[in-house]
């Protein structure tokens, strides 16, 4: 073997040997968590309302509370992210104050503990605008905590758009609206959606935020305004507040960690879908 093959050789091994240390936990995880949940997992459990301050039951409640939560910080998040990364990539000048000021100060978001954003939600929303302990509250705030998420993928995703596609459709006259409808959104869609489910796994994940604005009430909410036990709540409480919940606290992060991969599978299937479609259309 020769000095340069010997170096691929070498290249390769260390290339492989990250890639199964960046797996390796990822693995553990799942194996841990789903060993240990999936067993407790049925329809019961997952229809169920929690009796005995979760030792047993089931988590329906949990469950529609968090899809509640995720719905309304969603619901605020996407258009003003899709909004804002339209605006820094189509409307304003590159490497213009502005602009640089508003990226500078969602990185700063970006980086701020999610307990901070929950003393924020709770003294903005809950209070100060007299929201109180509620989904409402909590969807709010994981909506700010997401936005500089979504914001900077969209970005990169619109800012990946080729220049000669947009100098083709400024060429034949199209309308600021029809090349964004057209044009921008359906080739950055699958980063648009990248940056989506991020912002998915983030808000769904989220625990010191929630404790702060949407409360631990574990029962069936009736509307937004109503408190609610987000899932991931519930596991912290059942593990570090409830003796004997430690398996229905692996039960429950099972739940979400199939919850999750299943909003991955479904939105990133979605994705391809529409970008094919639009492509069709364009």
Known sequence: MSRSERRETFGALCVYGGVLLVAAPMVWLLWDVLGQGLPHLSPAY???????AGR???IFPILVSTLMILAVCMAVSLPLGLGTALWLTTFTRRGGVAGRWVRRLLDVLAGVPSIVFGLFGNAFFAVTLGLGF?????????????????????EEAFSAVPDELRLAAEALSLSHSRVVTRLLLPVALPGVMAGFVLGVGRAIAETAALIFTSGYADRLPGSVWDSGRALSVHIYDLAMNVSGGEERAYA???????LLLLINAVFLSLAASWRRRALRLA
């Open 252 to 258: 429950a992060a099972s739940t979400l960690m199939l």
């Open 46 to 52: 997952l229809s169920g309302a929690p009796l005995d």
């Open 134 to 154: 509620s989904i409402l509250s909590g969807g709010l705030t994981l909506a700010c905590m997401v936005l500089p998420i979504l914001v900077r993928t969209a």
């Open 56 to 58: 047993a039951g089931g």
